[in-house]
């Protein structure tokens, strides 16, 4: 059976109210800026959770859709804002957008690099993280010499660096700028394993099947209503936002083929 058309599901899902796309711009902001009031007064824990708010609503949120344009934003506008919001996590946000995009053309094969954990241990997909932006950057450049994004590549990788530089330096005067480096750089680790690892089942037969599908109270509280890999895997165009509804809307053709979800009951 043919999946489902945008047609048959609703065009509605590929559309934001101007609030939804506010919210989804301006959260990492939010929490980028409420770390350094928290950290300045001395309020260490919701500092760190701050950062992982961070964390948190920019790869998997805002700059994922920022990677798949599909807030619809004015193109040179969507490109300020993926380089900006990534660097503020010391990332590439382009050489994520090409690991990215490449890994949804090329899923499971050997030269996916970003879905390459998939295929990894426990343990070696947690290590994973460690080398993991590094990797996918290098990757960017060798592969990607050619492309119209190569030199915004290399020049968000010597940003990158002079803000490590400039992080490490303010360290005798305080340690506000360091501990948050450290923090978000951290942060970055778990990605190979939540989005790779954790979601995929590489050697199975098709591209049903090679995504895990979730549901249930339980995952939806544990990721923010953002388990929906399947679907966005499926149907990559439709903003973050919009996944739970299109969750539903491919409930019965999930059940049609025989797709059991995991889901822990509560």
């Not at 303010?170 to 979601?199: D, E, K």
């Not at 939806?220 to 903003?239: G, I, K, N, Q, R």
């Amino acid at each position: 059976m043919v999946k489902p058309s945008l047609n048959e599901l609703g065009f509605d899902l590929l559309k934001l109210s101007p609030f939804q796309k506010l919210a989804t711009l301006i959260v990492p902001f939010i929490f980028f800026a409420l770390y350094f009031v928290f950290a300045m007064m001395g309020y260490w824990v919701p500092a760190i959770l701050c950062t992982i708010g961070l964390s948190f609503t920019t790869y998997g949120s805002t700059s994922h859709d920022l990677v798949h344009e599909n807030l619809k934003l004015n193109r040179n506008l969507n490109t300020f804002l993926l380089s900006l919001i990534e660097l503020m996590c010391f990332r590439s946000g382009h050489a994520y957008k090409l690991s990215h995009l490449h890994h949804h053309k090329r899923f499971p094969n050997d030269d996916d690099i970003e879905g390459a954990a998939a295929k990894m241990t426990f343990i070696r997909a947690l290590v994973e993280g460690i080398i993991f932006q590094a990797k996918i950057y290098y990757w960017a450049i060798r592969n990607f010499r050619d492309h119209k994004y190569f030199r915004l590549v290399i020049l968000e990788g010597l940003l990158c660096s002079v803000f490590i530089v400039l992080c490490c330096y303010t360290l005798s005067s305080t340690p506000v700028y360091f501990c948050y480096m450290c923090l978000m750089i951290a942060g970055s680790w778990i990605i190979p394993f939540v989005t790779s690892y954790a979601v995929h089942t590489p050697h199975a037969a098709d591209e049903l099947h090679q995504t895990r599908l979730f549901r249930g109270t339980f995952f939806s509280v544990v990721a923010f209503h953002h388990l929906y890999h399947l679907e966005h895997h499926l149907y990559p165009m439709v903003p973050h936002k919009n996944w739970p509804k299109l969750a539903v809307r491919l409930d019965q053709y999930f059940k049609s083929q025989g797709i059991k979800p995991l889901e822990i009951k509560l």
